[in-house]
């Protein structure tokens, strides 16, 4: 199965997904978390839309900023048990 290049990776939503799901649940802002995470607070918007490739660094300092181990953020159903657990 031959892919487009253009095309976005599905896990790129995934992770969109869950970061802002998480950011949420610790009610977290969109302008905090790029504070915390040292990019700015349009990047973090356009990531959480899938809009953004983000690079590995820059996952792994928002996952830090969230509190969450990296890996979290990229599984397909992330449940409210581990957000309770995360929750600080």
Known sequence: MKKEINT???????FA???RKVR????ISQEALALNANVSRTYIGEIER????????VMGKIADTLD???FELFKENIS???LISYKK
Do not use: C, T, Y
């Not at 899938?50 to 660094?57: M, N, T, Y």
């Open 8 to 14: 976005p990776h599905p896990q790129r939503f995934i």
């Open 17 to 19: 997904k869950n970061m």
């Open 24 to 27: 949420r649940w610790k009610d």
């Open 50 to 57: 899938g809009e953004r490739a983000v690079s590995i660094d």
């Open 68 to 70: 969450i181990e990296l």
């Open 80 to 82: 409210p048990e581990l």
